[in-house]
């Protein structure tokens, strides 16, 4: 199959609709963002690699970064972690402090911004420097230099008052063990990082491969913990559109505000799209119809 000839025909396709959806203005900086940019990146476990558009150009990956942020919490406590954040979709916001009180300060899942903060809460915990621990494991699985974008980081801490106010929720309900301040800083810090499409998609394969980082053949995760974590992306990886992307796209995967999408297909290939502007629903409105098409044409789903 040519999967080149695929990518550029859906780059064509979709670059000559209207690009339609909505900048996240509740965060400025990624306001700024040129909303034309448009990348694809698809990569195979045998190392074929297959790219269009603005696939190697940074951007913030957002709520993308909790699926590394897990991978870390689940290494570090084990099966203990869902005594703390469940396993269900949301069917609500993804901020919302209204189902975080009717479950009574559990939130529903890790991807849900009340249960990354949980998350944030355990790495601090069990981490000397949860930062910095955060960015090398982030690294390691790219298999280069990654880095939080500082600009990004101060225009979240300075607007991020929902955040806020379901840390102190959580706190409440005696759901973190850290100060609220220093909990929402490592928070902050996660969904500032910058990465590429390429870089993204080469991140993703040790989910892909069995939670073996196939960049130096290191066992990150056990094999029952990258099954768990692959079925949270399936049912829970889109906020409130989870089961849209499940029924439409067939892989498991996870958005960030910031216009990215991974998904992957275990023990084959991991692709990655980038397109800012996003649809009611927080996701990506170019990138999940890129998806779509790509499932569709190529017929490699897992269903």
């Given at each position: 199959m040519n999967y080149q000839e695929i990518l550029n025909e859906i780059y064509r396709q979709i670059k000559s609709r209207p690009n339609e959806g909505e900048l996240p203005g509740y965060i400025p900086e990624l306001a700024l963002v040129n909303p034309d940019k448009f990348g694809i990146s698809l990569q195979f476990l045998t190392g074929a690699t297959y790219e269009v558009g603005d696939a190697h150009e940074p951007f913030s990956i957002q709520s993308i970064a909790k699926v590394f942020a897990f991978s870390m919490a689940i290494s570090m406590v084990g099966k203990k972690i869902f005594e703390r954040v469940g396993v269900e979709p949301s069917g609500n916001a993804f901020n919302s402090l209204v189902q975080l009180e009717y479950e009574k300060g559990i939130p529903r899942n890790p991807f849900i911004n009340a249960g990354a903060i949980v998350v944030a809460d355990i790495l601090i915990s069990n981490a000397s420097n949860p930062a910095q621990e955060l960015i090398n494991f982030i690294s390691k699985v790219a298999n280069k230099k990654i880095q939080y974008n500082e600009?990004?980081?101060?225009?979240?801490?300075?607007?991020?008052?929902?955040?806020?106010?379901?840390?102190?929720?959580?706190?409440?309900?005696?759901?973190?063990?850290?100060?609220?301040?220093?909990?929402?800083?490592?928070?902050?810090?996660?969904?500032s990082i910058s990465m590429s499409c390429n870089e993204l998609a080469s991140a993703f394969k040790y989910l892909c491969n069995g939670g073996i980082n196939p960049h130096c053949n290191q066992q990150l995760l056990s094999l029952s913990q990258t099954k768990r974590l692959n079925a949270l992306m399936q049912s829970c990886g889109f906020y409130d559109e989870a089961g849209q992307f499940t029924y439409k796209v067939g892989l498991p995967g996870k958005s960030g505000v910031g216009g990215g999408i991974i998904a992957l297909y275990p023990g084959k290939f991991t692709i990655a799209v980038w397109s800012p502007k996003l649809n009611p629903k927080g996701n990506s409105l170019r990138g999940m119809k890129a998806l779509e098409q790509f499932t569709t044409d190529s017929q490699l789903s897992i269903f």
């Open positions: 600009n990004v980081f101060q225009s979240e801490k300075k607007t991020g008052f929902r955040n806020a106010a379901l840390a102190n929720l959580l706190k409440s309900y005696g759901n973190l063990e850290n100060e609220v301040d220093v909990v929402l800083d490592l928070y902050f810090r996660m969904c």
